[in-house]
């Protein structure tokens, strides 16, 4: 098992920047594949990114790639999200997921979660 914690959300104006982070504890966190996802009131949770223990194999969901960049600091057992160019419906909850196999772009694949960190987008 490992524990995952974000930060970094908030409230933004459309075209602004937050970088989320995600700090883990526990088991060895170099071992793990780190997903970021997210879910907005109503709707199913939803791939954002991920990547690689090795940080080797990067992937987006379409709607941010361009805009958001996933990466990962495996001395400070950090994942980071950087999301610029935010825009309304990036509004969400969003999650950090770590995975024990190769990164997915399913949720339910995910073994460990953090608690989640709020993202607003004004306009």
């Known amino acids: 098992q490992v524990q995952l914690v974000e930060s970094g959300g908030g409230l933004v104006q459309a075209g602004g920047s937050l970088r989320l982070s995600c700090a883990a504890s526990g088991r060895t966190f170099r071992n793990y594949a780190m997903g970021w996802f997210r879910q907005a009131p109503g709707k199913e949770r939803e791939f954002v990114a991920a990547k690689s223990w090795s940080g080797g194999y990067t992937n987006y969901a379409d709607s941010v790639k361009g805009r958001f960049t996933i990466s990962r600091d495996n001395a400070k057992n950090t994942v980071y999200l950087q999301m610029d160019s935010l825009k309304l419906e990036d509004t969400a909850v969003y999650y950090c997921?770590?995975?024990?196999?190769?990164?997915?772009?399913?949720?339910?694949?995910?073994?460990?979660w953090g608690q989640g960190t709020q993202v607003t987008v004004s306009s």
């Open positions: 997921a770590a995975r024990s196999l190769a990164p997915s772009v399913y949720h339910k694949d995910y073994e460990n």
